[in-house]
């Protein structure tokens, strides 16, 4: 079965930086478009990026172009976000799916990790 363990969450002060990392398996990882969403304090499901198959095409949400960077190691079967200039607007879980944008609200998702930006 599909599993996505997401990792590397942390209390960050506003302007630092994270990188996400979501260790996959149960499907074929290299085949697959995968994106990372997040989920505010009371707030529903926002898409935040997405990276092809290839991991060559990338799309940002507007509220993080510019600042974050979605990558991934086909070989590892493993997915990355890296988090630059983080703000207090950025603090939510964040989770790993498969698939692109359409599928936010119905893909499944793994455990999610916390970042919170906070001085």
Known sequence: QVQLVESGG???????????????SGFTFTASAMSWVRQAP?????????????????????SVKGRFGISRDNAKSTLYLLANSLKPEDTAVYYCIKGGKSGVMTAQRGQGTQVTVSS
Not at 52 to 60: F, K
């Open 42 to 62: 009371g707030k529903g499901l926002e898409w935040v990026s997405t990276i092809n198959s290839a991991g060559i095409i990338t799309t940002y949400a507007d």
């Open 10 to 24: 942390g209390l960050v002060q506003p302007g630092e930086s994270l990188t996400l990392a979501c260790v996959t």
